[in-house]
């Protein structure tokens, strides 16, 4: 498994960090055999596996359920598991005891969290011995303030994400996200800063890339955001499978004998 100290070795050497979403055993399972570097518990299971219209209704217990199958699923894949909405808004103590809590409970390798309001709150999780990943650009669940679009388009914005970018690195993320920004700014990012970038609709010249497993394969999706580009299919492979399913149940031809029980008969 790597370890934290591997990400910024791999950004001197140019080596690119891969990062896919996962929620629960199966997707764990994959993602290691994969051979993904990092896996992120995103809070985005609000929306790909819970069905909420944004990560904002995500709780605590969410995030540790989820976290401890990918953890059982993935045991040799550092994991990363977000922080979720108002966990870590409210006084510094508390939302430090939060990341601290969910940490231990769900032992993970690091988390998460949005923004740039959190930098007290990053230093102490990382001074208590917690690795932080920090996340800046679009932030979704400020989706209320800021709508799901890029982030830190005009100069001042940009000026901002730079300042606030260094802010997180000097508080002690180990790595920084950097979701729905012009390319050039990531780029720009990228350059000042000695830990990774990890983007997602940030452009190529970034240290790493994560996508949402159920983008990158099409699983329950409706409409893709432009900066995925998907690697299968498995809404198609799904309802084709269970229409297979049905047919076959309608029509008597499952089960058949290969699939069904039969008692020993005894000759006397
Ligand atoms: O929750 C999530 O999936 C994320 C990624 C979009 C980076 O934070």
Not at 115 to 137: E, N, S
Not at 223 to 237: M, S
Request: proline share 4%; with cysteine; hydrophobic share 45%.
């Amino acid at each position: 498994m790597k370890a934290t100290s591997d990400w910024k070795q791999m950004k001197e050497k140019g080596e690119k960090i891969t990062m896919v979403t996962a929620y629960d055993y199966p997707s764990a399972k994959q993602s290691e055999a994969a051979g993904m570097d990092t896996i992120l518990v995103g809070d985005s299971l609000g929306m790909t596996v819970l069905g909420y219209a944004s990560t904002v209704q995500v709780t605590m217990d969410d995030m540790i359920h989820h976290a401890r199958a990918v953890r059982r699923g993935a045991p040799d894949t550092y994991v990363v598991v977000d922080m979720p909405f108002g966990t870590y808004h409210g006084n510094v103590d508390d939302s430090v005891q939060n990341a601290l809590d969910l940490y231990q409970a769900t032992d993970a390798n690091a988390i998460k969290l949005e923004g740039a309001g959190c930098i007290d709150i990053i230093r102490r999780a990382v001074a208590a011995g917690v690795p932080v990943v920090a996340h800046l650009g679009l932030t979704p669940q400020s989706v209320g303030v800021t709508g799901f679009r890029m982030q830190a388009s005009d100069e001042a914005a940009a000026m901002q994400l730079i300042q606030d970018a260094k802010a997180v690195e000097s508080a002690g993320a180990s790595m920084l996200v950097l979701e729905a920004i012009p390319s050039d700014l990531a780029e720009k990012v990228t350059a000042v800063l000695g830990i990774p970038t990890i983007g997602i609709g940030a452009g190529v010249n970034v240290d790493g890339q994560v996508l949402v497993y159920h983008d990158v394969l099409q699983y329950g999706t409706e409409r893709l955001p432009k900066f995925v580009r998907p690697y299968a299919d498995f809404n198609t492979a799904g309802v084709q499978g269970l229409k297979s399913y049905v047919a076959a149940v309608k029509a008597g031809e499952f089960p058949d004998v290969s699939t069904t029980y039969k008692r020993k008969v005894f000759e006397e």
